[in-house]
């Protein structure tokens, strides 16, 4: 069965579509005001020229959030390190967080809580797509720990299969997209903590 493509994926080949799209109107449009296919090729070796441009700073501008988050980091850890580690992401957004022993944990990496829910959550520090096991361990977890919620956290994405069986039980999968938007907001309220913590020394 056919993976499901990131988010960043997506925009990228839909923004290619669109380029392409508007390219041949260019092309057409000029031919058909001019009558001159060399007019007409030369607006479209310039807009080849201005989509390549644009992808490169869209490419440029990816890296360099991608750099901020950390997730190069992430992507270097083993599989207790990242655990520990989204126990500090979680915790920084105002859940409890207690890593499980690595032996017996039940299908349950961590176990959070915030305003009277419990969360069973699976980490998987992988380098390929993250299947169907972890969301039956995570849902079996979320019976055995009477929690309310079932997450599986990934630093890579879910096989098309792991996505339709998260929906039909309500578990909710965060791949490599969407962790990097949290660590992004993890960073800057850092960012923000300590210059507001300096402000308060130099005073």
């Known amino acids: 069965m056919a993976r499901r493509k990131s988010k960043a994926k997506q925009e990228e080949e839909l923004f290619q579509g ?10 057409i449009g000029t031919y058909s005001v001019t009558r001159s296919w060399q007019a007409s090729l030369v607006v479209g070796l310039l807009g080849v020229i201005g989509v390549i441009v ?4 869209i490419q440029q501008k990816r890296a360099e959030r991608l750099k901020r988050s950390g997730i190069a980091e992430i992507d270097k850890m083993d599989g207790v390190q ?11 957004q105002g859940y409890k967080a207690e890593v499980t022993k690595a032996a017996g944990d039940f299908g349950a990496d961590l176990i959070m809580s915030k305003d009277g829910k419990r969360i069973v959550v699976q980490a998987k520090r992988y380098k390929k797509n993250v299947g169907l096991k972890a969301v ?9 720990y009477k929690a309310s919620g079932a997450w599986v956290i990934t630093n890579s994405n879910f096989t098309q ?19 990097v938007e949290m660590l992004l907001v993890m960073k800057e309220k850092l960012s ?6 300096s402000v308060k020394t130099s005073a």
């Open 18 to 27: 669109l380029a392409g799209m508007a390219m041949l109107g260019g092309i």
């Open 54 to 57: 644009i992808m490169v700073v």
């Open 82 to 92: 990242f655990e520990h580690y989204l126990g500090h992401l979680f915790r920084s």
């Open 136 to 144: 039956q361990e995570v849902q079996g977890a979320k019976a055995h």
């Open 161 to 179: 299969q792991a996505y339709e069986l998260a929906k039909s039980n309500g578990v909710r999968l965060i791949s490599r997209d969407e962790l």
């Open 192 to 197: 923000a903590s300590k210059k507001s913590g």
